[in-house]
């Protein structure tokens, strides 16, 4: 024992600790644990990552630890706001079913690593998880076995003083500089390192790890022998803790580490530095369906920093700068909590001004690119009862994201893809996996489209909404059939891929600015969006044609010209928004504006 | 036969009953017992019925009118009743195995001492009862370490439940309720992981059906 076992004059938060063995994070479930007084939430997503988070929910506090797990999202229990693996990014608040998230409620999430059949997590460090010497060099040569472990009503360092005579071991010899691990020789093989996890001043746990583990024989005669005598030991260590006066050795206080929760849904004022501040890798380009390409993004890993994107949830589309300098929005196709990486679809549009072209033609796997955060302008209510998905040709992009996030859930939809033949059906395979949920229309003509549709569609019930994409004409002729089937409109969700309406920008005007007390003039050529930014108000945007909705904009006063295709009828009835990229007012009007 | 249950809503020992009753399909009417703050189960009515003051009780009633109503009282008797008389799979009781009957009477022995610790404490805590709240708290501790530990070996055997089958018991289901209600009682299951996971599969039991305080997995 080479320190008093005290935490007093360590950056313990710089360093690494076990807090649970791999075993207690098992397929869908959610360890507890505690830490130096902090607790944590321990899951394991489905994909095998495991994740330790800050054991609160943002919205009340309540304990992840009683959430469910889903799989690739953590569901709190008390107001069933969803969290993503990985990011620990929000991805649905119930009660805001129409609003996506902010990008800023995320959860705080701490590095994690899995090693000699334990979890350990660091507070704060920067460095890699040390190697123990006891167990060779490389992973692969780790034939170790996690023993049972301990906890103890008896602090760390009452416990470290006591290992230096664990009783049936004799050569007892601390390991390293440190006090935190402890290794003892037993004559069978490397002996045991018994790591001691604080808990708080007054309880740890000793996590034994066999060096070498026996054989499969012996695995459960030696797991018992071992328990064994830890519990003679912990008798030991109890009775000598009740037996002293309690001094608290942890001296820090804990405080909560609250993540960051800004307000609760999306707001477009949040200044946006750079529309493409993500540096991405293209990790494979496939070609998926006639003309499409699909395209998997994966971060780029910084050392000591975990590879993460940020949260993304089904709908979300991302702005991705191209090597020939434009700026495009694809959808991302990949479920809700898949944070491993973004996949989208490209359809080659050769008549198009050059996005489609430059991905297909000049970019490559291995490629760096630049794209934004996800935006969700097109968000999926997530306690429907009724479901349907309609999506015309690459219109099926974001609503795959939906249908694979639902079908994982194990919530019904029914997903209705129109496409010219088999051959331009794009993510045929994934689609198959989903099976019945999935129902294809090929090679219709607009008459037996709109029938198809029609009968998809049937007579609205409570909670049932419906989801569009695809080509203008399809949706335009859909959202008529939806309002003759007496569809409400806000059970209608859809998104244009573009808005190909004519814009005319021919007339001068003001605005003014209601928060900021400020007038200004837009004149004709310009957007109200591009004089804002000119004096230096920033507003996030993404296709800046009218069609995705990202730069909308409350209406204090005045009679907008709407010229998009995001706003619903009732809400450009209500003359209470305006998309400002496109929009604008009649010569010599004045425009009030929330900002 | 026409089952009834004497139950009140906050009770773990009326919710063991129902939980079984769901998970063989039993169809039963219920009458509410005002064990709070009415004190109902104290009352001279219901002492006809039960003369111990308790909930639940259970009433076996035959259908045709002929012969006695059965009548049973205390928690853990009646599961093993309605087991053994409704189960047809004869699992939750398995009254022709003798080493696995002898396993779930010895649990169903030491839910009682979880009933009487932990369920005890969140009485305490929820409904003011008077009991020596350190020393119950304490209680609960030692026999969810000594649960924990069995649960944790049982894993490693590659075993699921309390008792050594494959399947279920009603000792898990006589155990399960006071211990998943034991932060109701202060007493926090931060220390027992192989006693968490078992809860998260006792919740994915089909038939598994929920009280308040308990959060669906």
Known sequence: MTESGSFGGEDVA???????????????????????????????????????????????????????????????????WRYSSRSGGCTYIPAHPADAPAQTICNQTYRCEERHGLIWVTEAGTGELPRHAAFGSSTSEDASLALRALPLNAPASLVLEMLEAYPAHTAAEATGSHSFQFQVADGDGGGVVAFVQPVDEAHCVIRPVLVDAPPDSRRLEVLRSEALILNRFREVVEQEAASRPSTPVI????????????????????????????????????????????????PIATPGEPAVLPTAQPGAHID?????????????????????????????????????????????????????????????RRSATRTILIAGGIGLTPLLAMAETLHAAGQ???????????????????????????????????????????????????????????PAPMLDAAQQIAADSDWPEDAVHFEYFANTNEVDRSSSFEISLARSSLTLSVGPGETILDVLRSNGVPLDASCQQGACGT????????????????????????????????????????????? | MALTLYSY???????????????????????????????????????????????????????????DDFVLRDAHAILVYLAAQYDESGQWYPTTNARLLGEVS????????????????????????????????????????????????????????VCSASHPTIADLAIFPDVILSEEGGISRLDYPALRRWTDRVRRLDGFVLMPGIQPV
């Open chain 2, 9 to 67: 809503d906050l009770s773990v020992n009326c919710y063991k009953q129902r939980l079984l009753m769901s998970i063989l399909g039993l169809d039963y009417e219920t009458v509410l017992v005002d064990f709070f703050p009415g004190l109902e189960h104290k009352g001279e009515a219901f002492k006809a019925i039960n003369p111990l003051g308790h909930i639940p009780v259970l009433i076996d009633r035959p259908d045709d009118g002929d012969g």
């Open chain 1, 551 to 595: 730069c909308v904009v409350e209406l204090l006063d005045g009679e907008p010209q709407h010229q998009d295709v995001h706003l619903k009828p009732s809400e450009r009835a209500a003359g209470d928004r305006i998309i400002t990229c496109v929009s604008r007012a009649a010569a010599g009007e004045r425009l009030v504006l929330d900002i």
């Open chain 2, 106 to 161: 010895q649990w169903m022995l030491f839910a009682e001492g979880t009933t009487n610790t932990a369920s005890a404490a969140r009485l305490h805590d929820n409904l003011g009862y008077d009991f020596n709240i350190d020393e119950v708290r304490a209680g609960a501790h030692r026999l969810f370490r000594v649960l924990d530990e069995h649960l944790w070996f049982r894993e490693q055997e590659g075993q699921e439940w």
């Open chain 1, 320 to 380: 991705v700068q191209l090597p020939n300098g434009l700026i495009r929005q694809y959808s991302l196709t990949n479920r809700s909590g898949d944070q491993e990486r973004y996949v989208i679809g490209v359809k080659l549009e050769p008549e198009s001004t050059g996005g489609s072209t430059c991905l297909h033609e000049t970019v490559r796997e291995g490629d760096v690119l630049a794209i934004s955060a996800p935006r969700n302008n097109f968000p999926l």
């Open chain 1, 412 to 470: 019904p939809f029914e997903f209705h893809c129109f496409a010219r033949s088999q051959a331009h059906l794009p993510f045929a395979s994934r689609l198959e996996a989903m099976g019945a949920s999935v129902t294809t229309h090929l090679g219709l003509d607009p008459s037996q489209t709109a029938r198809a549709i029609e009968q998809a569609l049937g007579r609205h019930e409570p909670a049932a909404h419906v989801y569009l994409c695809g």
């Open chain 1, 14 to 80: 710089q360093r690494w600790f076990p807090v649970a063995a791999s075993s207690d994070a098992p397929f869908r479930h959610v360890a507890q644990a505690k830490l130096l007084g902090r607790e944590y939430a321990i899951w394991r997503a489905d994909d095998g990552y495991v994740n330790a988070w800050e054991n609160r929910c943002l919205h009340r506090g309540v304990r992840l630890s009683i959430g469910q797990n889903e799989g690739t999202e953590l569901r709190c229990t008390y107001h069933g």
């Open chain 1, 251 to 298: 001296e820090r206080d804990i405080l909560p580490v609250l993540g960051r929760a800004a307000s609760e849904t999306s707001v477009s004022f949040a200044p946006s530095q750079s529309r493409t501040e993500l540096r991405v890798v293209v990790t494979t380009k496939t070609p998926v369906a006639d003309g499409v390409m699909s395209f998997e993004f994966a």
